[in-house]
């Protein structure tokens, strides 16, 4: 019997990540390089699984508040002020999450009404046109281009706004460009959102790995912006904390009530072993997250030279851990591409266009993998581009 029509109308048209169908090929296959992974490499520094293995010892195994640990949220509002110069009362302002991904839905739940109008820079992260869909708001996308770095413009935004807009999305570094944000540009988008009363989720999971001295700026730190933004941020990049899933959001009290709601009824709070270890993570973890940087940049360099040196322009990413390469020269489409590498030379990259329709073109390349493999992985790319070219 066909069950379909008991799904809701609107879950019923989401396709499945094309990022997760691309990789049950991959499983299927032995001795594949993956240049495909969005997540660190690295294990979570042992000194922060430790923090995890004396929580449980100390028989922390009960709820904590729904807001979170006070001493986690006091640690998180430290730790907020001194990177991104933002202050958040922990009381009030501060939700704890189940990652940035959690912190997300309750976001888009407690602010869109159904059809309001929601837009967001493209290729962007899968999740957030689902997510939004998911809420009963209407995603909008505003493409970026590569010759601007994959920055979003405040121009193209303003040609995207209509009186159902009610919030724009935005991600620096960027997924899966590895783009980043100017402080002008940021000014000319905060005018924008004041003029126009939105509301800005800020998904700043990739703020603390940025290269070559790169400036990071919240949007919240801006004049007349914290009032407006929900600050989302989390433990699995920086940190490599990913499968403890742990996040947070910081906005205004009145919306981190109207959060704290939904939260609260859905998952009550994130786990405390996750909270006990996002503590040790925020007190004690700053120089494991300067090596993973240092190790970060360092592979961004060696891949970012091959690619261009094989003719597939990359732009030099300042943030993430993602360099997004240009495949037109091969005459291959993204997903054509991407499945031929797979077979031919057994080097799993992801097709620019699972991250949406701007993203044809392009593929993204994790180097969240050992500088030893991406070595591999360049020389099999290179041979590819050569006999796809016919050279
Ligand atoms: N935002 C972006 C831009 C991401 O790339 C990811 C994970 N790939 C997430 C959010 C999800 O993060 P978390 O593990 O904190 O849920």
Not at 279 to 306: C, F, T
Not at 371 to 387: N, P, S, T
Request: charged share 20%; hydrophobic share 40%.
């Amino acid at each position: 019997m066909d069950s379909t029509r008991h799904i809701a109308r609107h879950v019923r048209p989401i396709p499945k990540s094309g990022i997760r169908d691309f990789f049950e090929v991959v499983q299927t296959m032995s001795d594949v390089i993956s240049l495909g992974i969005g997540e660190p490499d690295f294990d979570t520094p042992w000194h922060i699984r430790e923090a995890a293995i004396y929580s449980l010892e100390k028989g922390h195994t009960h709820y904590t508040s729904n807001l979170g640990a006070p001493a986690l949220r006091a640690a998180i509002a430290g730790y907020v002020e001194k990177h991104f110069h933002i202050a958040y009362c922990p009381k009030s302002e501060i939700i704890v999450t189940i990652g940035v991904s959690q912190a997300l839905d309750a976001a888009l739940r407690a602010i869109l009404n159904p059809g309001d109008e929601v837009l967001y820079h493209e290729p962007c992260y899968v999740s957030y046109s689902p997510s939004i869909v998911l809420c009963h708001g209407v995603p909008v996308a505003v493409a970026t281009r590569a010759e601007d770095g994959f920055r979003v413009t405040a121009e193209a935004i303003a040609a995207k706004i209509t009186p159902r807009t009610r919030a724009l999305m935005l991600n620096f570094p960027t997924n899966p460009t590895g783009g980043t944000q100017t402080r002008e540009e940021l000014e000319k988008i905060a005018a924008l959102c004041i003029k126009h009363d939105l509301v800005v989720l800020s998904d700043e999971i990739y703020s603390e790995l940025t290269y070559d001295g790169a400036e990071h700026i919240s949007i919240a730190s801006l004049p007349g912006m914290q009032e407006r933004t929900v600050f989302l941020h989390g433990f699995s990049k920086a940190f490599a904390m990913t499968g403890f899933r742990i996040g947070y959001a910081c906005a205004p009290a009145p919306l981190t009530d109207a959060m704290m709601k939904i939260h609260q009824y859905g998952i009550l709070c994130a786990s405390i072993t996750a909270q006990d270890a996002a503590l040790e993570a925020l007190e004690n973890g700053a120089p494991a997250v300067a090596g993973m940087r240092a190790k970060y940049e360092a592979r961004r360099n060696y891949i970012v030279d091959s690619l261009n040196g094989m003719g597939l322009d990359c732009i030099n990413p300042l943030g993430a851990f993602y360099a997004f390469p240009s495949i037109t020269s091969t005459g291959l489409s993204s997903q054509e591409f991407s499945l031929r590498l797979l077979k031919e030379k057994k080097v799993a990259v992801v097709p620019g266009s699972a991250f949406g329709p701007s993203g044809e073109g392009f593929v993204r390349c994790s180097y969240a993998t050992s500088l030893r493999e991406i070595k591999i992985a360049m020389k099999r790319m290179a041979e590819f581009c050569k006999e796809v070219r016919g050279k």
